[in-house]
Each structure stands twice: as C-alpha cells, then as structure tokens.
C-alpha cells in the first residue's frame, strides 16, 4: 500500500481550488438567474450555455484538477491521459446544462429540481471518476465502495441545492453567500472521492505515459482566464431591465423602418439582446426622463 498525499503544496492548492469553485458558482449563479428572465429561446440557450460553462467547466472540472495538482503517490510518478480528461470536462459541463434545462424550462417544481439535481449529482460523481481514471501511475487504483457512494450522494445533494440556487436567488450578496455554500459542497464532494482511493504499487516498475501536471497547469490557466473573461463581458454586455425600458420607449415613438419592426407589427429576433446595446447607441438617440418610462 503506496502512501498517499492529497495536499503536497499545503494549503495553497486547496485554497486555489476553493477559490475557483465560488467563483464559477457565482458566475454561473448569475447566468442562471438570467434564463428563467429570459424573453426568447435564443437568450434561454445562451444564458443556459454560459451557465453550464460556469457550474461545470469553472466551479466543478477546474476546481478537481487544480485540486489534483496537491496530490502525490510516494513512489510513482503521476500523468493523466489527455482524452480521458478532456472527456471528463465534456461530461461535468454536459451534465450541469442538462440539469439546468430540466429546472429552467417549464414551471418550476419540487420534482423538476429533483430530477435535475438527480441527473447532474450523478454527472458531477462521473466526471469525478472518470477524471481519476485518466490518471497514470504506476500502480493500480483501489476504492472504498461506501466513501464512494457517499461522495454520490454528497454530489447529488450539492447538485440539487446549486440548481435550486440557480433559479430562486436573485440578490447580490444571496448569490456571494450561496457560492460560497457550493464551494464547500463541491470541494467536500472531491475531497470525500479522494478520501476513498488507495494505490497499490506494482512490484516491477515501468514506464508512465500520458501528459504531466505542468503540461496541463498551462492549458486549464488559459482555459480558466478566457472563460471567465468571456463570462464578464457576457454580463456586462447584456442589457439590463432599465436599458430594456429605454428601448422600449424609443421603438414605442419611432417608425417601424427604424425600430426593428416589420409590416405585420412582429419585432426582429434578438437572441441575445444585442439590439438594445445597438439602439441605446445610435447617434442623436434620447434616454427618456424617469417620469416618461413606462412604469417597471
């Protein structure tokens, strides 16, 4: 039995790994929030996409294998295979988006957060697994079966509370506090899968393929900062419900040639809301004064 390390660097990757799941949660809480406000499929598959990229790319699959790097075998080096951990990200973001179409579409109830939190708790648990089986040492994995069935059941509860957040909290510091809550599910839920692994070394050593933990550290960074940055500027592109009562007004007192509005009277697509970005900046276009907006 292979003596094992899950905190090699201290505390910092577990910080690190903490401090990426509230941030994923939050963002994603936020999307979230946006779907069920959504006024067209088109913003509901958007907001929904960014979301699942949020939960399950961020605040879960980078959380793990930030988590990863503090972990250590003595006596055997440690590679990961590259398309079982591409895979695994595939999986957590597959299943979060799921998840949320469940809780997101239709009326909201007990059974549908149930199902969803069902569905992306087993997900979560998959992605988690299927990311230590693309680890290469050398020596052969061994679980505790009750640890991981109670690391399912950590991560389908944690699952049904984060979807249930997602379509309920709406407030700022609601939304900080309830990310917070989730980084402890989600880092409980890892922490408890890895409590259950043991490594039995091989007895006559050989050679360990696949891509080491620096080869990946640059990829998952980059892949970590340009999604978050895409994920701001998603939210602070999007108009806000005053910008919306400002285009509204405006379409309400041009012609239809210049506001977006066909013969029939039906208003030109705007998936993701961009035209209100467009109409608000048009030269010579007039905010009306607060006692002029329609009430809202």
């Not at 799921?98 to 969803?116: D, F, H, N």
């Not at 506090?177 to 007895?203: I, K, P, Q, R």
């Not at 998952?220 to 509204?248: N, Q, S």
């Not at 993701?272 to 006692?291: D, E, I, K, N, Y």
Request: contains cysteine; hydrophobic residues 50%.
């Amino acid at each position: 039995m292979a003596d094992i390390n899950h905190f090699e660097y201290g505390w910092i990757t577990p910080a690190l790994s903490y401090a990426l799941s509230v941030l994923g949660s939050i963002l994603g809480l936020i999307c979230a929030g946006r779907i069920r406000t959504a006024t067209s499929t088109g913003q509901k598959v958007w907001w929904g996409t960014l979301a699942a990229w949020a939960l399950g790319g961020t605040a879960i699959w980078t959380m793990h294998f930030m988590a990863m790097l503090g972990f250590a075998v003595t006596g055997s080096r440690i590679r990961y295979d590259v398309p079982i951990t591409v895979a695994s990200a595939l999986i957590a973001v597959l299943a979060v988006g799921i998840g949320l179409t469940i809780v997101g579409t239709g009326r909201l109830s007990a059974v549908r957060i149930g199902a969803g939190g069902l569905f992306t708790g087993a997900g979560v648990a998959a992605m988690h697994y299927s990311g230590m089986a693309a680890m290469r040492l050398d020596g052969r994995l061994l679980y505790d079966n009750f640890r991981v069935g109670l690391s399912v059941l950590i991560a389908v509860v944690a699952a049904t509370v984060a979807l249930w957040l997602a379509v309920t909290v709406r407030r700022g510091s609601a939304i900080f506090a309830s990310a917070l809550v989730m980084g402890v599910a989600v880092n409980g839920m890892h922490f408890t899968g890895m409590s259950a692994l043991s490594v039995h070394l091989h007895e006559q050593r050989g050679e360990v393929t696949g891509a080491g933990v620096g080869t990946l550290l640059i990829p998952i960074v980059l892949l970590v900062i340009f999604g978050v940055v895409g994920l701001v500027y998603a939210l602070l592109a999007a108009p806000t419900d005053e910008d919306r009562a400002a285009v509204a007004y405006l379409d309400a007192r041009q012609t239809p040639a210049s506001s977006g509005v066909g013969p029939a009277g039906a208003t030109t697509p705007d998936p993701v809301g961009l035209r209100a970005r467009s109409t608000l900046a048009r030269p010579g276009a007039q905010f009306p004064s607060r006692r002029d907006r329609p009430p809202g």
